[in-house]
């Protein structure tokens, strides 16, 4: 029996879909959530969602949010989320170099803890995007 995988960010439906496994980027480290998983509730960090179906892969980049696990049922609350085949790799690169020249010159904690944010995000995305054309991922749908 497959997992149900919801994903919303802004209160948008990202994608519905079934999958057998679901690997995420926590606050804590990386998880797997397989049938039958236990209840659980989680924070995300900035990372890549993966979503395993078969010998398929669907591949995100989310921007945090959290994560919900609850009778074979997975939803997801992003910050932000992206599917990898849709990300500009120019946009994503251009968008790391920024936050990396503003943690330079930050002064102050605030801008240091945007900045940081900043280039987690683009980070992700960049790495999403590089699994997604090395692995030859399938487009989510």
């Known amino acids: 029996m ?3 995988v919801e994903i919303i960010a802004a209160e948008q439906p990202i994608l ?4 057998e496994v679901v690997v995420a980027t926590t606050v804590s480290g990386q ?6 998983h236990e209840p659980l509730l989680t924070l995300l960090a900035p990372g890549e969602l993966r979503l395993g179906r078969g010998a398929n892969e669907v591949l995100l980049a989310l921007a945090g949010g959290y994560l919900e696990v609850r009778d074979d049922h997975v939803t997801i609350l992003a ?11 120019a946009r ?20 240091v803890a945007r900045a940081s944010a900043a280039l987690a995000r683009a980070i992700s995305r960049l790495k999403a995007v590089d699994q997604f054309r090395s692995r030859g991922v399938t487009r989510a749908r």
């Open 16 to 19: 519905t879909t079934d999958a």
């Open 79 to 89: 910050d932000a989320a992206e599917r990898a085949e849709d990300i500009d790799m």
């Open 31 to 36: 998880i797997s959530v397989l049938p039958q």
């Open 2 to 4: 497959p997992l149900h």
């Open 92 to 111: 994503a690169e251009r968008a790391r170099d920024r936050a990396t020249a503003r943690l330079r010159e930050s002064q102050s904690s605030v801008d």
